[in-house]
């Protein structure tokens, strides 16, 4: 039986369909099989994302009315041998979907696949109740913001009272730079505040800009920060402990570091 | 002084107002209470406690974690002065 991991933050915004893109890709670079489900029905994205709008024939609605089979409704990805899309309906309903029936295609898909990892939309409304019906594990995406963190907060009490445990927080778009000279809550600030287990600090960085708009995970651009914590996020998912990356840049020159020294005191 | 220098010139704490600003505000969705609320609380404490030992409404930071034991209000009360009287 595969794992589902729901990909949630509650805030729009935050990058959760960038993360469980990443995650997805990740997965399948490691040898893993893995169905991405886009459960934002109306507003699908995480095709973009991929880069594999222009193959999608059938949709997730389409695959509950049963319109389509299985496997003509997932789409395989051909840079990532592994990796499949179940893309989300656009022109339909949220409601297009029960829980009971989103729960049903988990535990199907778990049955082929080794990771079903399932993009929430945002909000708490019935998009959300649904792409958790069916998950073991739960990754909460957040920023360093009042707003985003305030969701995530609420986010997690939602999750925690449906009987789910195996939550992980990610922090994404964090700005080292800022947080040194006191302008962006830290990682530990977050952490001390929602008091669940950290999976990944993911910086901000260009390089996803510049991924998203080519339509390729960022994990396979060289060279990426970003791409480099979300290889080491989907590491610590498989139990592997590695250790965070530091995200500080290096002091320049001599003065600098003498500054980074003193700064410490 | 040696530190100063090296220290650099613009450290801004926004971070700092966005921490308490978002204690303020989790503290109240978690409660369910409103702010107001969370102010009559420490002017009750202020009052009870207030008896025994010398403290400032103003001064009182409650914060409310959630914790794997459920969630916690835990407050505290900076003394100002022990009273005299026993």
Not at chain 1, 121 to 132: M, R, S, T, V
Not at chain 1, 170 to 176: D, G, S
Not at chain 1, 181 to 198: F, N, Q, T
Request: net charge negative; glycine share 8%; aromatic share 4%.
């Amino acid at each position: 039986m595969g794992r589902v991991i729901t990909v949630t933050s509650g805030k729009g915004g935050v990058g959760k369909t960038t993360t469980t893109a990443n995650i997805g890709a990740a997965l399948a670079k490691r040898g893993f099989k893995v169905a991405l489900i886009d459960a934002d029905i109306g507003l699908r994205n995480l095709d973009v994302v991929l880069g594999l709008e222009n193959r999608i024939v059938f949709d997730i609605v389409d695959l509950i009315e049963g319109e389509c089979r299985l496997n003509s409704a997932l789409i395989r990805d051909k840079r990532y041998e592994g990796l499949y899309l179940l893309p989300a309906a656009q022109t339909r309903e949220k409601d297009a979907i029960t829980e009971e029936q989103m729960k049903d295609l988990t535990i199907e898909l778990a049955k082929e696949y080794d990771f079903v990892i399932i993009d929430c939309p945002a909000g708490i409304e019935q998009g959300f109740k649904n792409a958790l019906s069916g998950a073991d594990q739960v990754l909460i995406v957040t920023t360093p913001e009042v707003s985003a963190v305030r969701d995530a907060d609420r986010v997690i009490g939602l999750v925690e009272s449906r009987g789910i445990s195996d939550i992980g927080l990610i922090v994404n778009r964090l700005r080292p730079e800022l947080v040194e000279r006191g302008d962006m809550l830290s990682v530990e600030d977050i952490c001390d505040i929602l008091a669940i287990k950290l999976v990944g600090v993911i910086p901000e960085d260009d390089s996803i800009v510049i991924s998203t708009n080519r339509g390729e995970p960022v994990i396979g651009a060289d060279d990426s920060k970003a791409g480099k914590a979300l290889l080491n996020l989907t590491s610590r998912i498989l139990g592997e402990d590695v250790q965070f990356l530091d995200l500080k840049d290096k002091p320049k020159g001599f003065f600098a570091s003498l500054r980074s020294i003193f700064a410490q005191q | 002084m040696i530190f100063q220098f090296f220290r650099k010139k613009t450290q801004s704490d926004s971070s700092n107002t966005a921490k308490a600003r978002l204690n303020n505000v989790l503290m109240a969705d978690r409660l369910k209470v409103s702010p107001e609320i969370m102010e009559q609380i420490k002017r009750k404490i202020q009052e009870s406690v207030g008896q025994y030992v010398d403290i400032d409404a103003a001064d009182i930071e409650m914060q409310v974690e959630q914790k794997s034991s459920g969630v916690t209000l835990s407050t505290k009360l900076p003394i100002k002065e022990l009273k005299k009287k026993r």
